[in-house]
């Protein structure tokens, strides 16, 4: 009974603090701030100021990157400005799903941002963007298929290197789009004038930073100029006259650019 006694008189003394202990603790309670920062208590004059930041990314890039933010730029039907932390961060989150769409535009898959909240000096926020780049893909093939073509598609681009593309091209998003807008092109001026694209497909291997192109597209029935008709009922321009100024020659496959 006395030990038990003695052992809790011990246990006691060990978890009252002491006199320089009790000093410390009262000078901490004395500059604590009264009313702490919260991420979700509105704050009555939140500024900050945004920033992107990385290593090697181009000029021309960082600017894409830049454009791409919201928080912080006066848009149209805009939302308000953030008037708590938590608001704050989750503004910068969504921006950095933006930056992300830049860097993928841009061929590089295997980036990412990284955002980070930071408090200034004078009680303002900084919003970094950290942007890591990673390795760019390449375009390894770029096929073009006809699936309303099943006896073959003579004369037709089979791949991009019929389109201008060289070897060992990034795989952004502006160059796919302008091989696509290039061999529809090519269609409708040869004959096809009702081609569309009916797919495209961009698989990218992201632990070999090459991508794969395909693009379906429908041609359509392959169409030649017939016969050309003057229709000027009443009036003074023969239509043998016509004719003879027109440069379409009847039999000839369509070419929409002899419109």
């Not at 509105?42 to 960082?62: H, K, N, S, Y």
């Not at 535009?105 to 009680?123: C, K, L, Q, W």
């Not at 998003?173 to 091989?179: H, K, P, S, V």
């Amino acid at each position: 009974m006395l030990a038990g006694l003695a052992g809790l008189a011990a246990l006691t003394m060990a978890a009252a603090p002491g006199p320089a202990r009790a000093a410390e603790a009262a000078a901490e309670s004395a500059t604590a701030p009264s009313t702490p920062r919260s991420w979700d208590r509105p704050q009555t004059a939140l500024r900050f100021t945004t920033r992107v930041t990385g290593r090697r990314i181009p000029d021309e890039m960082r600017e894409m990157l830049e454009d791409a933010r919201q928080l912080g730029v006066d848009l149209p039907d805009a939302p308000p400005p953030p008037t708590t932390l938590a608001q704050l961060r989750r503004r910068a989150q969504d921006d950095s799903r933006r930056l992300v769409e830049v860097l993928r535009s841009e061929a590089y898959y295997n980036g990412r941002v990284e955002v980070s909240v930071r408090e200034a000096a004078g009680g303002g926020f900084e919003v970094i963007y950290h942007v890591v780049t990673g390795q760019r893909a390449m375009i390894r093939s770029f096929a073009i298929v006809y699936p309303d073509l099943p006896d073959g598609a003579d004369g037709l681009p089979q791949d991009g290197a019929a389109l201008g593309l060289q070897p060992e091209r990034a795989a952004r998003a502006q160059r796919i789009i302008d091989l696509t807008s290039a061999a529809v092109r090519h269609l409708t001026d040869h004959g096809y004038p009702d081609a569309k694209l009916a797919n495209r497909r961009v698989v990218v291997d992201l632990s070999s930073h090459q991508a794969d192109v395909t693009l379906d597209i429908e041609a359509g029935p392959k169409m030649i100029f017939g016969p050309v008709l003057v229709r000027n009922e009443g009036g003074r321009t023969k239509a043998d006259y016509v004719r003879a100024l027109s440069k379409i020659e009847p039999g000839a496959v369509y070419d929409r650019s002899a419109v």
